[in-house]
């Protein structure tokens, strides 16, 4: 029984959005597909430009992703994953089709709602689970072989991001006879660090690095595989201010616990009871995003962010949240992956613009002990209907979208902010939001306004869009692609949205 047909159509907004249906030559070729366990998604590529149709189907639980256009050079059996995908079969379903099927766990509750179907480009696509998955009881034969995770061709990850100049910079992982060093350059870093288990409850040792960053050229390959039982590395440039690297190491079984300390030309890694050199650290001035439901065992709460000299009004954090833990604030990012928004003056995008601004929102919203979910994380596409039903399937409290204005390029003159609501229930959001922003930085007034985007027509729970300014403006665009003045319009966001949280209208 087909249940739900997963990825949906697609829909445009305001005219700047570059989705389209992708035309499919029936000699096109798999090329390669992987599941990560650690990330819990499958990924898969092709030759040519591919829209893959995913389905959920019962008895036995199943998820088959169709590849219209696409043939198969081997059909494989199946192939052993473990988990919540027990294994993975790919095959020819027709002469044009290629077939690839998910075998689910039985005791696997998967919400389809929660099956999230990206491309990285039209020929590059992501099947991401829900990660929140309950440990799936461990069968006769999982405790009969408790083999470690199969190896995967690369399970590390490196998300770079081009951020404004770091005291700190990572320039690598190598592996020495006693652990890890990683070698920096610049000043002796800051570090943050936690104690955490991901989606699998695999334990994961998370070094935050203030005021850091990491070279465009460092390489999940780089980066150790499967040395002293870390299964998987990921290293993460975040765009906050100061700029900050967040080093996750899963740790499997086998796995000593770590310390981690400083040295002048760089961070030891070594397993607990190992003398290492000790240098006292600064205290740390970022909160970097949680970036997963991973439970976080120490330290409570990270302290309050912001180092930044960014002229902020004082927060009335005094002033109480009501609800405060059930609180969910969903962020949307505009655009994405293949589609770049709107292009400015010297190419400007505003994908990367509004994600660079939504993760500071999201960075200041959680040093407040606030839920943060975001439509997405990095540079990916993502179409507008399952943003509204990230949104419902989160039961977010409000949900904030944000993007970058543009006109014509003849129009540089044309420059300020404009906050849109749909509904009522979005107005004293939208209203809340664009006077904090308009009161923490200089720049054009051109009013709160109704109108009738998808996202804000579709979404149950109160709602706004907040154009930061445009890309095509001779003021704001230089404002717009200022790592500093992004990471202070993300504050001066989440400034807002807690003032409506706490009851401002
Ligand atoms: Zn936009």
């Known amino acids: 029984m087909q249940i739900k047909k997963l990825f949906t159509g697609v829909v445009g907004v305001a005219g700047v959005c570059l989705f389209g249906s992708l035309p499919a030559k029936a000699t096109a070729r798999l090329q390669t597909w992987q599941f990560d366990t650690g990330q819990n998604r499958f990924m898969f590529t092709t ?11 019962s008895n036995p639980k199943r998820l088959v992703i169709d590849l219209p256009g696409i043939i198969t050079d081997e059909a494989v059996g199946d192939q052993l994953i473990g988990g919540a995908v ?127 960053s990491i070279p465009p050229q460092l390489t999940p390959e780089a980066l150790p595989h499967h040395r002293y039982g870390i299964s998987r590395w990921a290293v993460t440039q975040f765009r906050t201010l100061p700029p900050a690297v967040r080093i996750a190491l899963t740790l499997d079984a086998t796995s000593p616990d770590w310390q981690v300390t400083l040295a002048q030309g760089g961070i030891v890694l070594t397993p607990v009871g190992v003398a290492a050199p000790q240098i006292a650290t ?87 002990g606030i839920t943060v979910r ?37 129009r540089p003159e044309v420059n300020g902010l404009e906050t849109y609501y749909s509904s009522d229930s979005g107005l004293a959001l939208a209203t809340v939001i664009h006077r904090r922003v308009l009161s923490s930085l200089p720049m054009g007034d051109r009013g709160v306004k109704q109108a009738r ?34 990471a202070q319009m993300g504050q001066a966001i989440a400034q807002g949205i807690l003032d409506y949280l706490r009851g401002g209208r």
């Open 47 to 57: 030759e040519s430009g591919v829209q893959p149709q995913v389905s959920l189907l």
């Open 86 to 212: 027990q294994a993975v079969k790919v095959m020819q379903a027709d002469a044009r089709t290629t077939r690839m099927v998910l075998e689910l766990a039985p005791d696997y509750q998967l919400d389809p709602q929660q099956v999230k179907v990206w491309g990285l480009t039209d020929h590059q696509w992501v099947v991401q689970l829900p990660s929140a998955i309950p440990l799936a009881t461990p069968t006769a034969q999982a405790k009969a072989d408790p083999s470690p995770l199969p190896p995967l061709l690369s399970r590390n990850q490196v998300s770079y991001m081009p951020v404004a100049l770091a005291a700190t910079v990572i320039q690598g992982v190598q592996t020495t006879p006693n652990g890890f060093f990683m070698p920096v350059a610049g000043a002796i870093p800051q570090v943050q660090i936690y104690r955490t288990r991901d989606a699998h409850q695999m334990r994961q040792l998370v070094v935050d690095v203030v005021n850091a």
């Open 453 to 486: 985007f998808f996202v804000l027509r579709r979404t149950t729970m109160p709602a706004a869009l907040i154009e930061i300014g445009f890309v095509t403006g001779a003021t704001d665009a230089p404002k717009l692609r200022d790592p500093q003045w992004q």
């Open 282 to 368: 600064a205290p740390t001035t970022v909160v970097l995003p949680v970036l997963s439901t991973a439970q976080v065992s120490s330290p409570s709460q990270p302290p309050n962010p912001t180092a930044s000299a960014a002229p902020q009004p004082a927060p009335s954090s005094t002033a109480s949240i009501p609800n405060r833990e059930r609180v969910v604030v969903m962020l949307d990012p505009g655009h994405g992956g293949a589609d770049p928004g709107a292009i400015g003056l010297g190419g400007l995008q505003e994908k990367g613009v509004v994600l660079a601004v939504a993760q500071q929102v999201a960075a200041t919203l959680q040093s407040q």
């Open 374 to 410: 975001m439509t997405r994380q990095g540079d990916q596409t993502v179409d507008l209907q399952p943003r509204v039903d990230m949104a419902a399937a989160a039961h977010a409290t409000v949900f904030v979208s944000i993007h970058a204005n543009a006109v014509n390029m003849q």
